[in-house]
């Protein structure tokens, strides 16, 4: 209809990113781009804890385990989630600092406070 | 090495998503997932007024018009941008409601402050 009044507040809208830095970002949002990942992603970083077995993950999913292994690879190589084996089970947890990657570039300044 | 002793804060981490929520995001983020449309929507929304001529997007990259078009659209597509005719050229604009569901996803929580 017309042009915008408000321009978007959010760090993506503030400066243009460069070749380098858009390749990172984009390898780290093709990783969490798919709904099981996505999912997953959710599952683990807000289980009791903070960290979660594969058990309970692949329980959740009508997907078979290797299925489930295989996105937990992908969000793993992106830095997003890392493991640890103890006993007969893998235990997941997210690491802050790379979804922290994401919400700096897409995360809405504060609006200046109004009444 | 150990378990976490921080769970990340990020809304995405807070409580599991449903299926649908996952399946609107993931294709949200396939839009943003690439290195070319990543730096299109900074030019977009960084660009002086809040809108940008095609014109200006096309001259910054080594790629035909018609591949920056396909970008675009995708973009559009996604809702994350539109467009307007104005005399020869398009121009666009960055509509921040949709880049600012992926700021609310992944946006850290303030801090308690400390000290």
Redesign the interface.
């Given at each position: 209809?017309?042009?915008?009044t408000?321009?978007?507040?959010?760090p993506?809208?503030?400066?243009?990113?460069g070749?380098a830095e858009?390749?990172e970002?984009?390898a780290l949002?093709?990783a969490?781009?798919?709904?099981?990942?996505?999912?997953l992603?959710?599952?683990?970083?807000?289980h009791a804890?903070?960290?979660a077995c594969v058990c309970d993950l692949t329980d959740?999913f009508d997907l078979t385990a290797p299925t489930i292994s295989h996105h937990l690879k992908v969000l793993r190589t992106a830095g997003l989630i890392d493991c640890?084996r103890r006993g007969t089970w893998v235990?997941y947890?997210?690491?802050?600092e790379t979804?922290?990657k994401?919400?700096a570039?897409?995360?809405?300044l504060a609006e200046p406070t109004a009444g």
């Amino acid at each position: 209809m017309s042009a915008p009044t408000t321009a978007c507040c959010a760090p993506i809208a503030r400066e243009p990113l460069g070749e380098a830095e858009a390749a990172e970002l984009a390898a780290l949002l093709k990783a969490v781009a798919d709904p099981v990942r996505l999912r997953l992603l959710s599952m683990i970083g807000s289980h009791a804890g903070g960290e979660a077995c594969v058990c309970d993950l692949t329980d959740a999913f009508d997907l078979t385990a290797p299925t489930i292994s295989h996105h937990l690879k992908v969000l793993r190589t992106a830095g997003l989630i890392d493991c640890e084996r103890r006993g007969t089970w893998v235990y997941y947890w997210i690491i802050p600092e790379t979804v922290n990657k994401l919400g700096a570039l897409f995360a809405p300044l504060a609006e200046p406070t109004a009444g």
